[in-house]
């Protein structure tokens, strides 16, 4: 007949210690404490989606271009540019820019008559340009040689002349200058009357001859 017997206190005590063991270890499985799980106990892709709270993360938390470009803010405060202005009317003339009067006529000459003479056609004097002086008035007694019979101009005292400069556009021509004697009714020995007034040589100095030629003379 076998005869059961009761457990010991000592097995009693380690049955009890088994249990509060295996006890303890599911405890920690399933309550961990706070701060005790970092990314070494996170396996690469362990966290997906339904793990993130909404609206938790931030832009800083992504790789660069992850996140798309949002759509450009409205402008600043400032307007866009205005079409240009028109240009405005042009300002008045001042006081110091404005053409003054014309002066007063200044006196009349002193000549008493004058010619212009060119040697170049039938009549020596060129009426257009003369006073006083006529082409009766005027002969020729040689080359260069112009003598003037004056008795028709009273009180006529002394007379010049003056060669045209640069005729023909040619600076040789520059070189002509005029001598006058003149006003008391003489025989120059130059081919003029005896009845002649003044005569007018035109000479070409680098020729060292007289030269038929074109000037003005007056008479004072």
């Not at 599911?26 to 970092?38: D, M, W, Y």
């Not at 002066?103 to 060129?126: F, H, Q, R």
């Not at 082409?135 to 004056?150: H, N, Q, R, S, W």
Request: net charge neutral; charged share 10%; proline share 6%.
């Amino acid at each position: 007949m076998h005869i059961a017997r009761r457990p010991r206190h000592a097995t009693i005590v380690a049955y009890l210690a088994l249990f509060a063991s295996l006890g303890g270890t599911a405890f920690a499985a399933t309550q961990l404490p706070r701060n005790s799980v970092g990314a070494v106990q996170i396996q690469r892709g362990a966290v997906g989606t339904s793990e993130v709270a909404n609206r938790s993360l931030r832009a800083v938390d992504f790789v660069a271009g992850d996140l798309p470009q949002g759509p450009a803010g409205p402008k600043g405060g400032m307007g866009a540019t205005g079409p240009a202005g028109s240009v405005g009317a042009a300002g008045s003339m001042g006081p110091i820019g404005m053409t003054g009067a014309p002066g007063a006529a200044g006196p009349a000459g002193a000549a008493k008559a004058w010619a212009y003479i060119e040697d170049a056609g039938a009549s020596l004097v060129v009426e257009a340009r003369s006073s006083g002086i006529t082409d009766a008035m005027v002969t020729k007694g040689g080359t260069g040689i112009y003598c003037f019979e004056l008795s028709s101009i009273p009180n006529a005292h002394v007379g010049v002349a003056s060669p045209n400069p640069g005729y023909g556009g040619l600076p040789a021509n520059n070189d002509r200058i005029a001598l006058v004697q003149n006003l008391t009714d003489n025989d120059f020995a130059a081919g003029c009357a005896a009845t002649s007034d003044m005569v007018v040589v035109i000479h070409d100095i680098s020729a060292a001859a007289p030269v038929n030629w074109f000037f003005n003379v007056a008479v004072y």
